[in-house]
């Protein structure tokens, strides 16, 4: 027997050993394999010197248009796309130049080796002077510049081929080889750059053509263009030959070297009268290629407030950097006389001092016509809101009263008449509603759009209705853009938890309505009742009204209590309600709230149907532009409840203990209006008694309500909280206890936490080990470590293991020499 014991063991470990031999020699086997399989994938295409075909492998990706040879997918010459809008298509080879982009694998499997297919793009293309310069592509640029052009592209496939520059000039002859500035046309790499010179090249249109090298010269393509002048002779002129007063003039410097800067200058003498060096008047604006902008006084000093220079104003000065072989900037003509003006440009090298003394003279001049006007507007702005009230005013210098006119696109029309100037040189009439005025220029700020407002002397044409332009232009007058838009409507009822309650019977309303005097508040109660009337808008448009009652029905009595919506309507551009009639009523506000109150009151109609009667007499009616904001509530009886009880400490849900001496916080709900009520908490003890009070007035929209109630006084024991609005209790037991026991992560558990953590610590310790050491130790450990070895290679993303293969197979070794010393001393 004994014999047999041995015998039968030694068969056991003889066993066991041959299977771990035979699994160590897998894992030894499996090792190169899986290392031959993390190897970084192959990069697409050439990156250098350019290949006729090139070599693609799993991962790679390639472009629309671009030849190819697929390396390690099978000896397949096609793909299948596997996903979106390349699903089911064939990749082949030469790549189509009109391929679907997405990725394609062996045979339509997203888990075999695959390819992704992208369009070519060039991101950036630009010709700037010298690297890093701002981008003149499509300006003109002197000889002197064009010597150090440099030709800067960003682009996505620089992977796969390289991107080549060919210049061509005006015939379209390829110049390239001509006018490179660096070894070859070609960018190895996106971001970098390649320097043309063009500097000996003629005056003209040059065309700079960005395309790939090799297969990706077809759509991905871009041409930009550069004119050479060779005028190096510095000029200036203005955009206007005659203007207004009042109106700013750009002027143009031409010619000389890109980055220079060229003074250019107004004669004081050409200055108004008025000018007063101490109010720093503006002649040159800082716009456009200005680098600064002043004055220079008979010294020959510059000051950019020419009340800080002493002695006589020679002139206004403005220095313009060359931007390319132009230099743009901008004069105001508010200071200007009504005469013709002179602007000078100089040389580069002429200073403000050597044109002071004579020495430094302009090499051109520019004359703009200056036509007398002497009136400002200061009111209105820019922007009207049609139907809305406003100021107008202004300054009118030596004028007894101006006319105000309004432009569309042809003749100006009048707005208003004969406004009076006072001692001060100004005009000014109140509360004007600019699109309700009789005269026609009203009938044009009516409609929403951009128009031209001006004021003119009234002597000019003694308030004519129709002036043309060059007789508006020709007088003493001034002229702004006016926009006119029509008024949007906002406004809101102030809930409470959504709700309105039967007690207050009040909210306050805030929003705007601007351009109106009054909106219609219409209310529809879930059984079709009905109230409408008027609320009023400040004069800024706004709408704030506090306390505002509810109405009664307009059959009388409450709203029923339910569901309500509040409708607020207000008039549109046309300042009738709907298409202008209403049945039995005026067609405006009042007649609408009559209608309401009256003729919708008495039909006897559900909610939805006295909605939809409103809404067809107003925003659905033909035609209509009237504007309407809907708000639904509910009418509700006063209510508040206690929802939450719980230590300060300690924030929770329901109502939880609270030990003696914490800060007790008592949270709820109610419909109640902040301010004009308070909700009261008291705690009694069992036999009713008010041992601790605490009150609050103060609660968000929401209507969530909070208090606090120290517990000092109190022993531990049970005792209610109770809430009272005055017209509402509500009520919750709580318990005080001598200390909140906490769970170990600090969670207060209350009483159950020691219970329970007693019973099922026991129990669970000990059925569970016994049995799962004896069942799931074997399985577990061999399909484990399986499955971790696979996903520990994937995602180190082809990294090497430093451990010995198959050592997996050690562990299972034990176990099961472990299993069969067992399997034996059992049969023994």
């Given at each position: 027997m004994t014999n047999d014991n041995t015998r039968s063991k030694a068969n056991a470990v003889f066993f066991s050993a041959i299977m771990v031999i035979s699994m160590v020699a897998v894992g030894f086997a499996a090792a190169p394999a899986a290392a031959a399989n993390e190897q970084p994938?192959?990069?697409?295409?050439?990156?250098?010197?350019?290949?006729?075909?090139?070599?693609?492998?799993?991962?790679?990706?390639?472009?629309?248009?671009?030849?190819?040879?697929?390396?390690?997918?099978?000896?397949?010459?096609?793909?299948?796309?596997?996903?979106?809008?390349?699903?089911?298509?064939?990749?082949?080879?030469?790549?189509?130049?009109?391929?679907?982009?997405?990725?394609?694998?062996?045979?339509?499997?997203?888990?075999?080796?695959?390819?992704?297919?992208?369009?070519?793009?060039?991101?950036?293309?630009?010709?700037?002077?010298?690297?890093?310069?701002?981008d003149i592509a499509g300006e003109t640029v002197s000889t002197a510049d064009a010597a150090n052009l440099q030709v800067f592209a960003e682009y996505n496939f620089d992977d796969a081929e390289e991107l080549e520059v060919e210049v061509q000039d005006e015939s379209g002859t390829d110049i390239t080889d001509a006018v490179l500035n660096d070894t070859d046309a070609f960018f190895n790499q996106s971001g970098q750059y390649v320097g043309l010179d063009l500097a000996d090249e003629d005056a003209g249109e040059y065309t700079v053509i960005l395309a790939g090298a090799d297969d990706l010269d077809v759509d991905s393509v871009e041409e930009l263009t550069v004119t050479i002048t060779t005028d190096e002779e510095v000029s200036i002129e203005t955009s206007e030959d005659s203007v207004t007063r009042g109106t700013n003039v750009e002027y143009t410097v031409s010619g000389g070297t890109s980055?220079?800067?060229?003074?250019?200058?107004?004669?004081?003498?050409?200055?108004?009268?008025?000018?007063?060096?101490?109010?720093?008047?503006?002649?040159?604006?800082?716009?456009?290629?200005?680098?600064?902008?002043?004055?220079?006084?008979?010294?020959?000093?510059?000051?950019?407030?020419?009340?800080?220079?002493?002695?006589?104003?020679?002139?206004?000065?403005?220095?313009?950097?060359?931007?390319?072989?132009?230099?743009?900037?901008?004069?105001?003509?508010?200071?200007?006389?009504d005469t013709s003006v002179d602007l000078d440009v100089y040389a580069e090298d002429a200073n403000v001092s050597s044109i002071e003394d004579g020495s430094a003279s302009s090499v051109d001049d520019a004359s703009v016509d200056v036509s007398e006007g002497q009136i400002t507007i200061d009111s209105p702005g820019n922007e009207y809101t049609i139907g809305s009230e406003v100021d107008v005013n202004g300054t009118a210098t030596g004028i007894d009263n101006v006319d105000v006119y309004v432009r569309n696109n042809d003749d100006w029309q009048l707005l208003l008449s004969d406004i009076e100037t006072d001692s001060d040189d100004e005009y000014e009439e109140e509360d004007v509603q600019l699109s309700n005025a009789n005269p026609a220029g009203a009938s044009i700020l009516g409609q929403a759009g951009t128009y031209r407002y001006g004021v003119i002397d009234s002597e000019e044409y003694n308030g004519a209705p129709n002036l043309t332009t060059s007789e508006f232009s020709q007088g003493t007058s001034t002229s702004q853009s006016l926009t006119t838009v029509e008024g949007q409507l906002s406004a809101e009822l102030q809930t409470i938890n959504g709700q309105i309650n039967t007690a207050d019977d009040a909210a306050d309303i805030t929003g705007n309505a601007e351009g109106q005097n009054q909106v219609a508040l219409i209310f529809v109660d879930e059984r079709g009742d009905v109230a409408a009337e008027l609320i009023d808008v400040e004069d800024d448009g706004t709408i704030d009204i506090e306390d505002k009652q509810i109405p009664n029905r307009a059959i009388g009595g409450q709203f029923s209590t339910g569901t309500v919506t509040a409708h607020f309507v207000s008039q549109g551009r046309d300042t009738n309600i709907g298409d202008g009639d209403i049945p039995g009523q005026a067609a405006t506000l009042d007649g609408l709230v009559d209608f309401v109150n009256q003729n919708v009151s008495d039909s006897n109609l559900n909610a939805d149907q006295a909605r939809q009667r409103i809404l067809s007499e107003t925003t659905e009616d033909t035609a209509s532009d009237d504007l309407m904001v809907t708000q639904t509530f509910r009418y509700a009886e006063s209510q508040t409840t206690i929802q939450s009880v719980y230590p300060e400490e300690a924030q929770a849900e329901g109502v939880n203990p609270v030990a003696t001496g914490e800060t007790m916080v008592v949270e709820g709900s109610t419909n109640l209006r902040p301010d004009s009520n308070s909700i009261t908490v008291e705690v009694l003890d069992e036999n009713g008694n008010s041992l601790v009070i605490s009150s609050?007035?103060?609660?968000?929209?929401?209507?969530?309500?909070?208090?606090?109630?120290?517990?000092?006084?109190?022993?531990?024991?049970?005792?209610?909280?109770?809430?009272?609005?005055?017209?509402?209790?509500?009520?919750?037991?709580?318990?005080?206890?001598?200390?909140?026991?906490?769970?170990?992560?600090?969670?207060?558990?209350?009483?159950?936490?020691?219970?329970?953590?007693?019973?099922?610590?026991?129990?669970?310790?000990?059925?569970?080990?016994?049995?799962?050491?004896?069942?799931?130790?074997?399985?577990?450990?061999?399909?484990?470590?399986?499955?971790?070895?696979?996903?520990?290679?994937?995602?180190?993303?082809?990294?090497?293991?430093?451990?010995?293969p198959g050592f997996g197979a050690l562990v299972a070794l034990v176990a099961l020499i472990a299993a069969a010393l067992l399997a034996t001393r059992r049969n023994n």
């Open positions: 994938r192959p990069e697409t295409g050439a990156t250098g010197d350019i290949e006729p075909t090139k070599n693609v492998t799993d991962g790679a990706t390639v472009f629309q248009g671009e030849e190819v040879n697929f390396q390690g997918f099978s000896g397949a010459s096609q793909l299948i796309g596997v996903a979106g809008n390349a699903e089911g298509q064939v990749l082949e080879e030469n790549v189509d130049e009109s391929q679907t982009p997405g990725r394609y694998a062996i045979d339509g499997n997203g888990s075999k080796a695959s390819l992704t297919v992208t369009t070519p793009r060039i991101n950036t293309a630009e010709v700037q002077i010298g690297q890093g310069g701002s980055g220079d800067t060229h003074n250019v200058t107004i004669d004081a003498d050409d200055f108004r009268d008025s000018f007063n060096a101490a109010n720093n008047q503006t002649v040159f604006r800082n716009t456009g290629d200005t680098v600064r902008v002043g004055y220079v006084n008979n010294s020959g000093n510059f000051a950019t407030d020419s009340g800080a220079l002493s002695g006589s104003i020679a002139f206004a000065v403005a220095e313009v950097e060359m931007d390319g072989a132009q230099g743009v900037g901008t004069i105001r003509t508010d200071n200007l006389d609050t007035d103060e609660w968000a929209d929401s209507g969530q309500w909070n208090t606090t109630v120290d517990t000092s006084d109190l022993e531990p024991g049970t005792y209610t909280v109770e809430s009272d609005d005055g017209d509402n209790t509500d009520r919750a037991e709580i318990e005080i206890v001598e200390e909140r026991q906490q769970a170990d992560n600090g969670t207060d558990t209350g009483d159950d936490t020691g219970d329970d953590t007693g019973d099922d610590t026991g129990d669970d310790t000990g059925d569970d080990t016994g049995d799962d050491t004896g069942d799931d130790t074997g399985d577990d450990t061999g399909d484990d470590t399986g499955d971790d070895t696979a996903d520990n290679g994937s995602s180190d993303g082809g990294s090497t293991d430093g451990s010995t």
